[in-house]
């Protein structure tokens, strides 16, 4: 099994916090006034959209990012010794 330390630090934990929100916002617009794009389109884009904030509530939740630690990103900077509790 694989751990990924916290690697997400504050200002980026904000960000995704705030990007996700937006994205559930235009998912939720997509479903409310997207019916001139025709049923199918629209539920793929509140589809699409929904999983990308979920992707970014989860991550600034977690505090970990795959993505951070395959490219060796580190915007934590806390103590780590809240990784190993």
């Known amino acids: 099994m694989v751990v990924v330390k916290r690697n997400v630090g504050e200002t980026e934990k904000t960000v995704r916090l705030l990007g996700g929100l937006v994205f559930v916002g235009m998912s939720?617009?997509?479903?409310?006034?997207?019916?001139?794009?025709?049923?199918?389109?629209?539920?793929l884009v509140a589809t699409a959209t929904l999983l990308v904030a979920a992707v970014l509530l989860a991550s600034a939740g977690a505090?970990?990012?795959p993505a951070n630690y395959v490219l060796g990103r580190d915007t934590y900077g806390g103590d780590r010794s809240e990784d190993d509790a």
């Open 28 to 43: 939720m617009a997509t479903v409310a006034f997207g019916e001139s794009l025709g049923a199918d389109i629209q539920g």
């Open 63 to 65: 505090q970990t990012c």
